[in-house]
């Protein structure tokens, strides 16, 4: 199976940044849609950002566009989320999922729309 491997939470005052990293295996990846998730405390899941068309395409959920940057370093198999000017509102569980194309809507939207999904890595911002 596919493993992502979240890393670079942890915590920080409002006003500071971070930068998350996904670590994916192989080289079969590029293809893929990749997309940053999180979960605040007694929330659902939501897609923050989202990466496709080899990295051509990217897109932000409403709450975080101007200050989050989804990129990936194709040679590293690293998929990063540069978070500036955190706010208290960013606290949660961040995770990094990635699907290929099966047939049907592209790109994926939906949680349940990706196949793979790292362990996660928390971000409190206090």
């Not at 996904?22 to 990749?34: E, I, V």
């Not at 897109?59 to 200050?67: L, P, T």
């Not at 978070?83 to 949660?92: H, I, P, R």
């Amino acid at each position: 199976d596919v493993q992502l491997v979240e890393s670079g939470g942890g915590s920080v005052e409002a006003g500071g940044s971070l930068r998350l990293s996904c670590q994916y295996s192989g080289h079969t990846y590029a293809s893929n849609c990749m997309a940053w998730f999180r979960q605040p405390p007694g929330k659902e899941r939501e897609r923050v950002a989202r990466l496709y068309n080899g990295g051509g395409s990217t897109d932000y959920d409403d709450s975080v566009k101007g200050r989050f940057t989804i990129s990936q370093d194709k040679a590293k198999n690293t998929l990063y989320l540069q978070m500036n000017s955190l706010k208290a509102e960013d606290t949660g569980m961040y995770y990094c999922a990635s699907t290929p194309w099966r047939g049907g809507s592209w790109p994926p939207e939906r949680s349940t729309d990706f196949d793979y999904w790292g362990q996660g890595t928390q971000v409190t911002v206090s």
